[in-house]
């Protein structure tokens, strides 16, 4: 899952490349229905600095399944690891369709799959049945933490999140993606307006090793706090795939907001 460097670059002389410790660093991109050639595209030119991607929510349920396939091969024949949206997942757990949900993303050439609760509940046992199952059909499991609605979202305690993120990292989770939805408000580390609230992440980086998880932030502003509070290597989410590049040189202290704050 490692990238490639960017030896030909332009202006190389000027700029340092990323060196990443194996599942540090990742950006996971939010594909909300890019076309096959506009993904190609835009591969072409951000595919070296994207780890994942997820095909938010249901999407990947909405149009044809050729074309999901062929998105699915554009993305591993970039390195990326794509994985179908959490609620997709919720969706087939609740018609309790499990085994045809993951025959099916088997069929489109997917590897991964996320477990999430977002929108349904689902105890822990079943949780780990789950996590289990899926991960005895070959796939990598990514997990998540947190609700869609910011009121059942709040009703979790920082312990709780992270009690979860260090259960399901036990359970074999690769990693533990922190819901923030595609807006990044409300929810989670995030207040109404998307402003970080610094102390649950102070909480959260006290007690696990933050490597673990992937936060989710879809918002400059978030992923400005979290890669001057983390490093160039914190592992981000939910990035719109027109705002890959952009994050990149702010990881690697190319943009006013990092410039000579970051270490590489
Ligand atoms: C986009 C999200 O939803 P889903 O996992 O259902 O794709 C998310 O959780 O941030
Ligand atoms: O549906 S979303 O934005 O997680």
New binding site residues.
Partial sequence: MEKQGDAMNAFNFLTQDRVKEPGTGITMM?DKGTGPKMLEDLLEISGEHVDLA?????TSAVYNEEIVKTKVESYKAHGVVPYP????F?VAYTQNKLEEFLNEADKLGFEAI?I?D?SVDIPLEARDEVIQNVKDNGFMVIT?V?K?DPQKDGEYTTQERVELIEHDINMGAYKV?I????GGKGIGIYDNAGNVKKDDVQRIADSIDVKNVIW?APQKNQQVYLILKFGANVNL??IPPEEIISLETMRRGLRGDTLGKVNL
């Fill in positions: 939010l997820k095909f938010g929510w249901c949206g959490g609620t997709l919720e996320e999430s977002g998540e947190g869609k993606l819901e923030a939805r595609e989710e989410g939910n």
